[in-house]
């Protein structure tokens, strides 16, 4: 199973925060090529980078970061990016820039024919959800809106609207290196979309019992504070998501 670290963007520098709380947040690099660079060297393959002034403000402010990430890890480690991605011209434009996959969010539910535009511009490879939930109901708008929707009836209507992958997210479990929700990320991947799970992984036993759902659906897991901390390293991982020894 893939292993991707996070790499996330507020001001041009990494950061991450709890539960998605802009007033929790931990600054962990000014420059966030370092960490970009140090995962990449460490065996990743691909990095899941979100511009989080786009996700809260709806409008991007770190494409020159994303741009200076893709430029020093080079064609081996693929980006998938996040973040104010609510029209097909900021699709287009990060698809250019070299972004492998651009990650739709509160725009594939509040927009519902933007989505179905991006698909059919782009392709099913290119456009990936992001599908966050609290207490299992969608979020959208930088998580700060909770809305009365199941995920679980979300994730139905995106697969039967095309959307191939879906970056599962449970908030409650984001930054809390408390381990992963498990049952939900297996309920999401039951719908038939290939699920990314995200959200609580902060040891290797979390690593692998996260891997063992790949047989169900789950083709791969982010990774964020667990590995700015230091409690997991990232070859570690991806040899304990592959089943062996680093």
Known sequence: ???????????????????????????????PVEPALAFARAGAKYLHVIDLDGAFEGEGRNLDSVQRIIAAVGREVKIELGGGMRSLDRIERVLELGVERAIIGTAAFADPELLTAALV???????????????????????????????GEMAAELKAAGV??????????????????????????????????????????????????ESRGVEAMIIGK??????????????AARGSQP
């Open 164 to 213: 191939a992958r879906v970056i599962y997210t449970d908030i409650a479990t984001d930054g809390m290196l408390a381990g992963p929700n498990l049952p939900a990320q297996a309920q999401i991947a039951e719908t038939g979309l290939t699920v990314i799970a995200s959200g609580g992984i902060s040891t290797l036993e979390d690593v692998r019992a996260v891997a063992g759902l």
């Open 1 to 31: 199973m893939l292993v991707i670290p996070a790499v996330d963007l507020m001001a041009g520098r990494a950061v991450r925060l709890r539960q998605g709380r802009k007033a929790e947040k931990t600054e962990y690099f000014a420059d």
């Open 121 to 151: 511009t782009f392709g099913r490879e290119r456009i990936v959800v992001s599908l966050d939930a609290s207490d299992g109901r969608l979020a959208i708008r930088g998580w700060e809106e909770v809305t009365g929707k199941p995920a």
């Open 226 to 239: 667990a590995l700015y901390d230091g409690r997991i390293e990232l070859a570690e991982a991806i040899a």
